[in-house]
């Protein structure tokens, strides 16, 4: 299908769900950012509500919540906070393979009993269809519960939910993705939320410099440094600044990977 069909299959689709109340799973991100766009579109035309419900754990990035209500409030969605303590609650503290998998599961149970006492009948998601197509084990815990993907199932792309982000006037259409903090660390790694918090305020420095994809990827006391490789000789420029803040933070050796920055490159050995 053309990007055109695309974006009408998903417009339509979002009226079907629009017959109800609608909950969407809201990080702050673009994916769910345009989900949350297109059901309040469509319940204005329905008239009924969209809640868009984010769930607050330790494993994501500080500062999102506050984002995330900003985002929620410029689109004008209802915006409302679950905190759970899923690396306790999924059992994911030795960071198993199948991690995504226990914290989806737990996260969206959560968010369905949630709907509940909302009185919702569609709960919605932002996977996309370029998801699909990596280790993505999360995927099953979502079909399992019922969970819909209208990105998914109308087949966007991430670039063609950018640009449909950016035609809506979204504010985050160019945010950078932000999974948990989780995916820093080689699976089997007893992982805490100390670490994790460590991680957060690296990457967030580095990021204060100027670049747009960071990555602090953490093996014992070495951090891997993951940027766009355009970025590479500016970070250079920065050696100094970001070995100093990465060595305050524990980590005795500061690396730099040389194939830069990529969407999970702690799966390198997972059997898909």
């Known amino acids: 299908m053309t990007y055109e069909e695309k974006k009408q299959k998903l ?3 979002m009226l079907v769900y629009a017959q109800g109340d609608m909950l969407v799973a809201f990080s702050g991100g673009v994916d769910s950012s345009l989900i949350l766009k297109l059901a309040v579109q ?3 035309k329905t008239g009924h509500k969209v809640y868009g419900i984010m769930v607050h754990t330790m494993l994501h990035p500080m500062g999102e919540v506050e984002d995330a209500r900003v985002t929620a409030e410029q689109i004008g969605a209802e915006f409302r906070v679950l905190e759970i303590d899923e690396l306790k609650g999924a059992d994911i503290l030795d960071n198993p393979v199948d991690r995504c998998y226990r914290c989806k599961k737990y996260l969206f149970r959560n968010l369905i009993e949630e709907g509940k006492k909302l009185g919702v009948s569609v709960m919605m998601e932002g996977t996309n269809e370029d998801d699909l197509h990596v280790y993505r084990p999360g995927l099953r815990a979502i079909r399992e519960l019922g969970i819909h993907s209208p990105l998914a199932e109308a087949g966007m792309t991430k670039a063609e939910v950018r640009r449909l982000a950016g035609e809506l006037g979204v504010s985050v259409s160019n945010k950078p993705s932000m999974p948990c903090l989780a995916t820093r660390f080689p699976y089997g790694t007893r992982i805490s939320y100390e670490a994790m918090r460590k991680v957060d305020e690296g990457e967030a420095f580095i990021r204060s410099l100027g670049f ?5 990827r953490i093996h014992n006391d070495v951090a891997r440094i993951e940027v ?3 970025e590479m000789p ?5 050696c100094e600044q970001i070995v100093a803040k990465l060595k305050n933070l ?3 050796y500061i690396t730099v990977d040389l194939e830069g920055f990529r969407s999970g490159s702690m799966d390198l050995h997972v059997k898909k």
């Open 11 to 13: 417009q339509e689709q």
């Open 212 to 216: 747009y994809n960071v990555r602090l």
């Open 42 to 44: 469509a319940a204005t």
């Open 234 to 238: 500016h970070l250079l420029e920065h």
């Open 250 to 252: 524990g980590y005795d």
């Open 228 to 230: 766009d490789v355009n």
